[in-house]
């Protein structure tokens, strides 16, 4: 009889960081059967979707409450499916808020509850922990300060890197991504990266457009570059374009092609989130933003435990690049401080040497080291 694993991925990361999880157990599984709620880059990889990842794919405490319904009723339903099939072991990919629940549920179903992707317990919710000691079997940590937090509450916890770190080259090939984008190489480039998801483009979209005019009013030449990965996101910024009066200038939507973007930009504008570990992995100078809820943010911020929200600032434990949230995100702040890390060589450089060193810390074999944590726990049906 085959392994059989249940997975829940939430968003586009955790479909990435899933699918190269998959890929790495099948060396050591080959016939092993994966399932449960996940993205298209998880399909490829042999996995059967019971629910799309899209459907948890929102942020802040008012998108989640409209559709807390129809999350609540995937997740009963999981559950209960997980229970009557038991599988071999469960791996919840991020998402903490929903995969903590059913990993509390599943672990007291004597069935191993893995998490993958340390919840951010150093920025906030420090509370948490206690949960989370009772919900995962095992922790699968990605930042390298993350093991001696739950170490000190005794949860079997491994820090394998981040796997971004292992697929983005230390040394970006610039002349190649321009070639994939159709670019001359001796344009400027503006790369604009307004979230992933659809609460995001709709929060943020209009500020992104803003800042991408007051930016062409100092870089005439410019071309700004607008990576999304899906229609409706797509759809979205368009449609802000237009309020905007912005539809004939020139922004450049791409369909993903997210890292070219990176790759061939002289700097960067990015909602906070994974996009700006691939920026800093991909040595692009940014500018950090983030907008939500007003409601959301009030909740947020009274329990944000650092003075850093961008993870290239907290990896490196400084501002090494800056961050405009919330009422400060405002177009003016935010293309002048793109417009100065454009222009300004020492500070391009000294950003960039920090993003190496980074990179050289989170490079750790991370597909691989997750799937030795993980194997233990499936022995007792591998042989």
């Not at 997975?7 to 059967?33: C, F, K, N, T, Y």
Request: neutral net charge.
């Amino acid at each position: 009889m085959s392994v059989r694993i249940a997975m829940v991925a939430g968003e586009a990361s955790g479909d990435l960081l899933a699918a190269h999880l998959i890929q790495a157990l099948r060396v050591h599984l080959p016939d092993a059967e994966f399932y449960g709620i996940g993205g298209p880059r998880m399909e490829a990889a042999g996995f059967k979707s019971l629910w799309p990842a899209e459907k948890l794919a929102v942020r802040g405490y008012a998108e989640v409450l409209r559709h807390y319904r129809e999350i609540a009723g995937i997740r009963r339903n999981l559950l209960a499916h997980v229970l009557k099939d038991r599988p071999d072991a469960f791996i919840g990919v991020d998402a903490p808020d929903f995969n903590l629940w059913l990993e509390e549920r599943i672990k007291s179903a004597s069935i191993p509850a893995i998490h993958f992707v340390s919840p951010s317990i150093w920025a906030w919710r420090g509370e948490r922990i206690h949960k989370i000691k009772k919900a995962v079997s095992r922790m699968l940590a990605l930042f390298p300060f993350e093991p001696e937090l739950y170490e000190r509450e005794d949860i079997p916890v491994s820090y394998v890197g981040h796997p971004f770190a292992d697929v983005i080259p230390l040394q970006p090939d610039r002349p190649a991504a321009l070639e994939r984008l159709g670019l001359d190489e001796k344009g400027l480039y503006i790369a604009l990266l307004p979230g992933s998801r659809q609460s995001e483009v709709d929060y943020m979209a209009e500020t992104f457009i803003e800042t991408g005019k007051v930016l062409l009013q100092r870089f005439p030449q410019a071309q700004l570059l607008v990576p999304l990965i899906t229609r409706e996101t797509r759809d979205r910024f368009e449609l802000a374009l237009w309020k905007c009066g912005a539809q004939n200038m020139p922004f450049k939507m791409l369909f993903g092609h997210a890292r070219d973007a990176l790759m061939v930009a002289d700097g960067a504008l990015v909602a906070s989130g994974t996009a700006t570990l691939e920026a800093a992995l991909i040595k692009t100078p940014m500018v950090i933003t983030y907008k939500m809820s007003p409601w959301s943010w009030r909740l947020m911020k009274n329990k944000a435990y650092q003075p850093w929200i961008g993870l290239p600032n907290i990896l490196a434990g400084e501002f090494i690049v800056p961050e405009f949230l919330q009422d400060e995100a405002t177009p003016e702040n935010m293309a002048q401080a793109l417009g100065n890390l454009i222009v300004d060589k020492a500070a391009r450089k000294r950003i960039i040497d920090v993003f190496h060193r980074i990179h050289l810390t989170l490079r750790q074999g991370t597909a691989e080291r997750a799937a030795a944590a993980i194997l233990p726990y499936l022995n007792r049906s591998a042989s």
